[in-house]
């Protein structure tokens, strides 16, 4: 196999210190942190939509980079360079999982059954690859937001038969992923939202996404898929309005209509700033309803209201993610880089250049979160902060059994209430700059 990224070494682990460019500064896969190597904590995943596929298009101007790997795009000879060149590039990189949608590994055709032959193909082609490798597929999904057919919506569409090729690419994308030995199999909603509510009926939109969402798990379990599925929440962008808005909101609903056993949330860090929110945040709320699944590790831009999608290097903000992942207890699934390069940055250099910078920040987001958690300080104060539940009345509330005509009273004996203490937030945020620079 001709190599592709000529020029690129395998990228290694060099040190802080290092003027080399390809080369990571902290991602040292072997180094253990609280008791697992950062390898294992860190399961990141190639995208292959925006490694293989983007090449720099927007709504201004066409393609900047060259993602044709020497063959004809469109052809299946060019979806086989596309596998050669993530092979490649996940190989000199060490990353040991990716990400698919459908039609990112196929060109799609006109005729949805000739598509499906072309997964086979390509799947097989994969599975080859894959064969003598650890590289493994964290998660597939089927792209229902592209093709017109889906303008309306694909599980929300108003069109029985529009519902019916979303259940269909569903269950070949679920096929796939078991095939290729996937983790867990994605559901993000593009175009599952309105754009006016003067011609939609949101009810009916919901209760058909959820006996369609229904349908896969019933069809997944049946065809021996034991991974988790997520949804992946974002408020808007396509639609003016998404159903999975936020965390919580995705929550709600799969508890409202019983799905919350086989789903957890791949929450996305630009989706949940779009949502108003920050990552930590969308992190925490999944956390603690038992439900943080895996990462789309990107980053947004706060003067930009869209997805921009880029490579993380904000390390206060890969620190707050891994402080919360790491308190969770790890992740069921990994870090897939939803993240593509800018415009300019065209090169094949670029690629590994981004690749390397979101790793970096994710390794040292991880050796941070894991000194903030062994200083014990920010612990200590959440602690002390909520201590005066552990008296004999607060444990009464904490369980269930205080009545309000009860509490009440206490109110009416104290007469006016005690000041509260400080929740000393710059302080808080001080030790997070200790530990950060000290
Ligand atoms: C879009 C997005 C998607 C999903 C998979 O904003 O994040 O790429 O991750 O469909
Ligand atoms: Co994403």
């Not at 590039?89 to 949608?101: D, E, N, S, T, V």
């Not at 055709?109 to 994969?126: K, M, P």
Request: aromatic fraction near 12%.
């Amino acid at each position: 196999m001709a190599e592709i990224f000529k020029n690129i070494p395998e990228i290694k682990y060099e040190g802080k210190n290092t003027k080399k460019p390809l080369a990571f500064r902290y991602y040292d896969a072997d180094r253990v942190i609280m008791g697992k190597k950062m390898s294992e904590h860190l399961p990141f995943a190639m995208a292959w939509w925006h490694n293989l596929c983007a090449a720099g298009t927007d709504m201004f101007g066409r393609d900047t980079a060259n993602k044709s790997f020497s063959a004809e795009k469109g052809t299946m000879e060019h979806a086989k360079a596309k596998v050669d060149a993530g092979f490649e590039f996940m190989q000199k990189l060490g990353i040991k999982y990716f990400c698919f949608h459908d039609v990112d590994i196929v060109p799609e055709a006109e005729d949805i059954n000739e598509t499906s032959r072309r997964l086979d193909e390509i799947t097989d082609y994969i599975l080859e690859k894959m064969s003598g490798t650890d590289i493994k597929c964290l998660w597939g999904t089927a792209n229902m937001f592209s093709n017109p057919r889906f303008m309306n919506g694909a599980g929300s569409a108003n069109s029985v038969d529009v519902y019916c090729f979303a259940a269909a690419q569903i269950k070949k994308a679920l096929e796939l992923t078991v095939k290729l030995g996937g983790k867990g199999y994605v559901f993000w909603g593009g175009r599952e939202g309105y754009e006016t509510l003067l011609n939609t009926d949101v009810k009916f939109e919901q209760e058909n996404i959820a006996n369609l969402m229904r349908m896969a798990v019933e069809y997944g379990r049946s065809i021996g898929f034991t991974g988790d599925f997520y949804i992946e929440p974002k408020p808007k962008e396509p639609m003016k309005h998404q159903y999975d808005f936020d965390a919580a909101t995705a929550i709600g609903f799969l508890r409202q209509y019983g799905l919350d056993k086989d789903f957890k949330m791949n929450i996305e860090a630009n989706h949940a700033t779009l949502a108003g929110h920050t990552f930590q945040h969308e992190l925490r709320i999944s956390a603690i309803n038992g439900m943080l699944g895996s990462i789309d590790a990107n980053q947004g831009d706060y003067l930009l209201g869209w997805d921009t999608d880029e490579f993380p290097y904000d390390v206060y903000e890969s620190t707050m993610c891994m402080y919360e992942v790491l308190k969770a207890g790890g992740l069921t699934g990994g870090f897939n880089f939803d993240a593509k390069n800018r415009r300019p940055s065209n090169t094949y250099e670029d690629m590994f250049h981004a690749y390397i910078l979101g790793m970096d920040t994710f390794a040292l987001g991880l050796i941070k979160a894991a000194e903030l958690i062994e200083d014990g300080e920010l612990d200590a104060f959440v602690e002390k902060r909520y201590e005066s539940f552990k008296n004999e009345l607060g444990k009464r509330i904490r369980s269930g059994n205080a009545t309000l005509a009860e509490l009440a009273a206490e109110a009416e004996k104290m007469g006016s209430c005690p000041t509260p203490a400080s929740g000393r937030q710059e302080y808080l945020e001080s030790i997070v700059n200790r530990v950060m620079f000290g």
